[in-house]
């Protein structure tokens, strides 16, 4: 089920601080509800977020069901390519939407859109791959506990 793990504390990690950041939207207009901003996420962005994520999942797992996506480096390479140009595009149009609105929240909006969007998507990817395994678990359980006739019984 999956590979030999690699020693991911082989190299040294930097020393994380905290740090606060002045973030503002306070000068766009919200929403339709009056409360939220709201971003229209483009269907492309989404979709080539999904790919690079499934990648580095299938990549960073370790999981031998996603030996085929690993195998593939030109898919990796292709879904981060498009995932970067994807990003380049819409970072660059909140930038000139900020220059033409004249108001640099719209892009901190983008950013954080953005930066949402992968967070969810890692969160999706991930949840579904936890469950995947939940069900491969269970199914193994149940064929171990009990015999054939209850197996037959509950597929049924």
């Given at each position: ?83 970067q140009e994807t990003c380049v ?8 939407q900020a220059k033409l609105q ?17 967070l969810e998507e890692i969160r ?33």
């Amino acid at each position: 089920m999956f590979l030999s793990p690699k020693n991911i504390f082989d190299h040294t990690l930097p020393e994380l601080k905290s740090y606060k950041i002045n973030f503002s939207l306070k000068r766009l207009t919200p929403g339709v509800d009056n409360i939220h901003h709201d971003v229209h996420i483009s269907p492309k962005l989404r979709k080539s977020a999904i790919a690079i994520i499934e990648y580095l999942i299938a990549i960073h797992s370790n999981a031998t069901e996603l030996e085929s996506i690993k195998k593939s480096s030109s898919g990796l390479t292709n879904a981060r390519d498009d995932f970067q140009e994807t990003c380049v595009d819409v970072l660059l149009n909140a930038i000139n939407q900020a220059k033409l609105q004249k108001e640099y929240q719209v892009d901190f909006l983008a950013q954080a859109a953005l930066t949402r969007l992968i967070l969810e998507e890692i969160r999706n990817r991930f949840e579904s791959l936890v469950e995947h395994y939940k069900n491969i678990i269970r199914k193994n359980e149940v064929t171990r506990s009990s015999g054939i006739k209850t197996v037959i019984l509950l597929k049924e």
